[in-house]
DNA sequence: ATCTATTCCTGGCTGC
DNA sequence: TGCAGCCAGGAATAGA
């Protein structure tokens, strides 16, 4: 699923082709897919000019002239640029250099459009890429919820999902129950430096393809062969070769290593 | 305020 | 082979 990585390699193929582009119309396939009202959605967008396309936590950003365009891929949503349209095509943006394509199987994904940023957008925490150890020990603090489960709060810290939390969390060896403001600064230091290391690698290596994902270009990502934990259950750790473990925790499929990480 | 559970959605997998 | 039932989960929403 398209977490800050994935959204990140999306929008760098993109970006060639849609900046300095103009949107001539755009059609939308499903109704879920401009959060009920595609009339205004499409009324919106025709006619304005792409300035930047660029990521903000796992949000597709184009600043046009005037005005936001947002779009959240969710599980399984896809940007392609000129594919062939599909019984799951949701919405179609014609652009002055060919058209782009919004798939998803299963209609989690969204636009949102309008001359203000998206609330959701305004209200997201910082990017985990520019923000210092400090800053990160210090949100930190003021948390008191179970590590996991803060991790994931993207008014924390922008663009982690389910996979990365729980490789950064491996690569801490940091307890996803662990609660969040008990952390030393150590070990919060060691868990900023975990989460830069596997986005980093992640992005380098174009993302996780598990299912669905594929870049703008239709390319699939390598990520997931050096998954540590997430996906793994049952398997050896790769650092101590205790079988990794799968737990629930805030309602999500948790993996890590019972015996690297300990709850403290 | 803060945390937890539910809902959306459907392809793929499991088990009978 | 067929099919019912469950699972995956990001974020909005409702409930505690």
């Given at each position: ?23 001539s ?18 009324r ?123 490789e ?42 598990i ?17 540590r ?15 990794v ?20």
């Amino acid at each position: 699923m398209p977490e800050l990585p994935e959204v990140e390699c999306v929008v760098r193929s993109l970006r060639p082709w849609l900046e300095g582009s103009r949107i001539s119309a755009v059609e939308i396939r499903s109704r879920l897919a401009a959060g009920g009202d595609p009339a205004s959605l499409c009324r919106f967008l025709a006619g304005r000019r792409i300035a930047s396309a660029r990521r903000r936590g796992k949000f597709i950003l184009f600043e046009l002239a005037p005005g936001f365009c947002a779009i959240h891929l969710r599980m399984t949503g896809r940007l392609l640029w000129n594919g062939g349209t599909g019984p799951y095509t949701r919405a179609v943006f014609e652009l002055d250099r060919g058209r782009l394509l919004l798939d998803d199987v299963r209609q989690f994904a969204r636009i949102y459009a309008g001359l203000d940023l998206p609330e959701t957008v305004a209200k997201l925490g910082p990017e985990p890429l520019e923000l210092t150890a400090a800053e990160f020990r210090g949100r930190l603090l003021a948390r008191r919820g179970r590590i996991k489960a803060v991790l994931l709060d993207q008014r924390f810290l922008a663009g982690l999902g389910n996979i990365y939390v729980d490789e950064a969390l491996h690569r801490a060896r940091i307890h996803p129950l662990q609660p969040a403001g008990t952390l030393t600064a150590r070990r919060a230091e060691g868990l900023h430096g975990a989460i830069v290391e596997v986005l980093s690698e992640a992005i380098a290596a174009g993302g996780s393809s598990i299912s669905d994902y594929v870049d703008g270009m239709g390319a699939r990502g390598a990520f997931q062969l050096q998954h540590r934990v997430y996906g793994r259950g049952g398997e050896a750790c790769p650092r101590c070769g205790a079988a990794v473990r799968r737990i629930a925790v805030a309602q999500r499929g948790t993996h890590f290593c019972p015996r690297c990480q300990r709850l403290q």
